[in-house]
């Protein structure tokens, strides 16, 4: 197309938009048509109008309306108001939008891109498409994808028909893939409704990271069950079945080094001193990312919550453990504020990596396997082992895509078992109870489907075009910098949980299945020698390293001033990021009583600003004037737990009672009464001084935790009390939450 190329542009934070961004350019490679595909940061600087044919984006939403870090760069030039308004004038593009209807600013980021974009001359092919992660996304991702690809070839046949004889245009089109006589439009893309979301023992959890769990029904077992199995005998219709995805060995993003390449004795590159040197190497400056992560010591780590003695019966999940985790910043040049974030990135666990690093090997019998083969890496160039491509880079955990299915079908030498496969992948029944009841119901990953298809014996480029990237687990940080700047902790409870299958009516149903949660099981498992009563002898904390890298929360800090109230809200863990707040708070107390029995102003620090005499007022009397002419507005703390076993941060809080850093702390015990009490009980005990907070005194409300029930239910509360105490009507009361949302005094952070 006249030079240029399509580019698929992304920005993802958890890997979900790379992923579907990158199937889209597999797809379009199959299809004969250039393109290139890499994340919206590295757009930045590009002429675009001379680069690019056509732009597909795909882009997520972090957070309440937050851009993600790969994207942010670009979209901060992009956006500016001095952005020349022909920046991407008659370019054609289409935005997939990924978001979680959990937040008010749903798939923002993507909206605001197709604004954007639209407003500075690209050409909207189609309206932005949302997809909603929290209730699925392949049903609206496939669509977009399938619709994108059609309506590329479409623009490519129209451009080539411009410059051909009509009588050639057919042959044209066959060329790029469309089939003869096909019908597909710009508008199609249209078609889709643009924005509308589609829907214990800790010895035990040690076992269960190392072991595959019991209990895991095969895919025959679930048929019988659910009195399916009659309907596999015979293979499904070829229509019912999904398009494998393409996977050419020379395309795949990482390969075997050739064995003629390697040394006979060590199995390394010829003239590699070690595996270690044959590394990734990381870029000098600190710029810590989910692909470079800082290696954090640990300085220590307790439960939070204590173990009452009925625990010894309790069943596999019953009994909450949450962690305090302390990490050491020292080299890491990382800062932070109170409400941001660490990423943890997470091993798979290790069965998993064994159950695929077996099956490789005998995929690859003549290449000699082990964990330390060294891959290379196509795009860069760069070596890591197979360990660490299993262990870190794919996500073995979580279940395939059906395309991906249909590549394993293929690669059974079973034909018994690629049948079976190729059912559980179908459009249409059986398939779609089995995927339900099997892949969903039992929550199964893809090291697990390897384990339960013995034949299916993938090779490196199939099984990575099967995989999704391991995306990192975020942690909201329950310190400040202000009291240690080297180091930084987080709160995190260990997810332990069962699968029950729902068997039909009569038939007994199967044994539950003991389920963990990935990062959390692996950090208590990593942590298991300073948590121990009895810690292990020879064991040295800065032995143990975590990979973190930092996530900075653009709404979720502290006001810029301290006089106005603070109301925060956060149930169990949702309580983290406001022990970090009280620090804060506690800290600045300290520094003011400093800097006033020393005479002098020692600043007021905050997001690593000093507050100097030539940022007041022409008309004030100094900074040490100015700042304590500003009283700190009280904190008022609502938290939410169980009973007393989880009652977190205990004495943390009474500290904070005493040095009057907290005002008022009304905790909820939802289990240890008769009754079951929430925080939005407590908020509606002290509802005439809740809005009076809010009407009179110019409080800012945080809200942390659980975003499938507990936020909407403190919402209702909140819009209830305003709209008695504040005897306004139902819409006067939504119309001022949303104007505090506005102004970034109801802020919220949940999950």
Known sequence: MSGRTVLVLYGSQTGNAESIAKDVSEKLNMSGVDNKCFDLNSAKGLNLKEEASCLLIVCSTTGNGDTPENATNWWRTVKLRSAAKDLFEGIPYTVLALGDTNYDKFCYTGKQIDKRLSELGAKRISEVVCADEGTGLEETVESWKQLALHTVKKLIAEESAEKVDDSNTPNDEEKIGDAPGASTSTSDLASLQPCTPVGDDTEENDVAHAVMPESILSLLSVAHLFGLADKLETPPAVAQLPKAKACPENKAPYQFIPMQDRDATTGMVPGSDSAKAQQKKWPEANVWTAENPFHASVESARYLTTVPPEAEIAGWGEQRSVIHLELSLAGSSIYYTPGDSIGVCCPNAPYAVNVVLNRLQTAHPEAALDRDTLIKSA??????????????????????????????????????????????????????????????????????????????????????????????????????????????????????????????????????????????????????????????????????????????????????????????????????????????????????????????????????????????????????????????????????????????????????????????????????????????????????????????????????????????????????????HGRLTEEETEAMLQDLKLRRRYILDIW
């Open 379 to 724: 795009s860069d160039g760069s070596y890591i082992t197979l360990e660490e491509l299993l262990a870190y880079k794919y996500d073995l955990m979580d279940a395939p895509r059906k395309a991906g299915l249909m590549i394993l079908a293929q690669c059974c030498t079973d034909p018994a078992e690629a049948n079976l496969l190729q059912h559980l992948c179908s459009k249409g029944e059986p398939g779609k109870t089995l995927w339900a009841k099997f892949i969903e119901g039992q929550r199964l990953g893809l090291a697990e489907l390897l384990a339960l298809f013995p034949s299916c014996t993938p090779k490196l480029h199939q099984l990575l075009a099967c995989l999704t990237p391991l995306p990192p687990r975020y942690y909201s940080i329950s310190s400040s910098q202000l009291r240690c700047n080297s180091r930084l902790s987080i709160a995190f409870s260990v997810v332990r949980y069962k699968c029950q299958l729902d068997a039909p009516s009569g038939v007994a149903p199967p044994q539950p299945i003991n389920r963990s949660g990935l990062c959390t099981t692996y950090l208590e498992h990593l942590l298991r020698p300073m948590l121990k009563t009895s810690p292990v002898p020879g064991t040295s904390v800065s032995d143990i390293k975590i990979r973190i890298f930092p996530k900075v929360s653009i709404n979720f800090h502290l006001p810029g001033s301290v006089a106005p109230p603070l109301i925060l809200i956060g149930p169990g863990t949702g309580v983290a990021p406001f022990m970090g707040f009280l620090e804060h708070r506690a800290q600045q107390a300290c520094e003011r009583r400093r800097s006033s029995s020393e005479g002098c102003c020692m600043g007021m620090w905050r997001g690593g600003f000093e507050l100097e005499e030539s940022d007041l007022p022409a008309e004030s009397g100094g900074v040490e004037e100015f700042i304590h002419s500003v009283e700190p507005g009280p904190i008022h703390l609502f938290f939410g737990c169980r009973d007393d076993h989880d009652y977190l941060f205990k004495n943390e809080f009474q500290e904070h009672m005493d040095s009057r850093t907290l005002a008022e702390l009304d905790v909820a015990m939802s289990r240890a009464g008769p009754e079951k009490v929430y925080v939005t009980h407590r908020l509606l005990s002290k509802a005439a001084q809740i809005a009076r907070w809010i009407l009179e005194d110019g409080a800012h409300v945080y809200i942390c935790g659980d975003g499938n029930q507990m936020a909407k239910d403190v919402y209702a509360a909140i819009k209830s009390i305003l709209c008695e």
